[in-house]
């Protein structure tokens, strides 16, 4: 998948050129530990996995290793949460209400993510 390998080119001093990889999108990064078992279903899981429907079981914990992947050590689900609600509005994600707290859905501007759900 594009984003799962997608980088840039940065300039150096002295012309020297070196590839850096792009950051990993907070969505992305949830997706990702919804396939590795070390995380799923201990501290998020598939609610309906087919409609990119998930739950943080352990919300705490999921802020803790975002904050761990941005070296934010401070990182707390407060400000995890407020990065997802940015994602409301551009069509990445939703709060899914009717299937309880913590529940959120991937939506259509989250490109590609039925299709790393269906590598797993």
């Given at each position: 998948m594009?984003?799962?390998?997608?980088?840039?080119?940065?300039?150096?001093?002295?012309?020297?050129?070196?590839?850096?990889?792009?950051?990993?999108?907070?969505?992305?990064?949830?997706?990702?530990?919804?396939?590795?078992?070390r995380?799923?279903?201990?501290?998020?899981?598939?609610?309906?996995?087919?409609?990119?429907?998930?739950?943080?079981?352990?919300?705490?914990?999921?802020?803790?290793?975002?904050?761990?992947?941005?070296?934010?050590?401070?990182?707390?689900y407060?400000?995890?949460?407020?990065?997802?609600?940015?994602?409301?509005?551009?069509?990445?994600?939703?709060?899914?209400?009717?299937l309880?707290?913590?529940?959120?859905?991937?939506l259509?501007?989250?490109?590609?993510?039925?299709?790393?759900?269906?590598?797993g």
């Amino acid at each position: 998948m594009e984003w799962l390998n997608d980088g840039w080119m940065d300039g150096r001093a002295g012309g020297v050129r070196r590839r850096r990889q792009r950051q990993r999108q907070l969505w992305q990064f949830l997706l990702e530990i919804l396939g590795d078992d070390r995380y799923s279903p201990s501290i998020i899981e598939w609610v309906r996995r087919d409609d990119g429907v998930f739950r943080f079981v352990k919300p705490r914990s999921v802020a803790e290793l975002w904050g761990r992947r941005r070296r934010r050590p401070s990182m707390s689900y407060e400000h995890l949460a407020r990065a997802m609600r940015y994602y409301y509005r551009r069509g990445v994600m939703r709060r899914v209400v009717d299937l309880g707290r913590l529940v959120y859905q991937f939506l259509s501007n989250a490109e590609g993510w039925r299709e790393y759900t269906r590598r797993g």
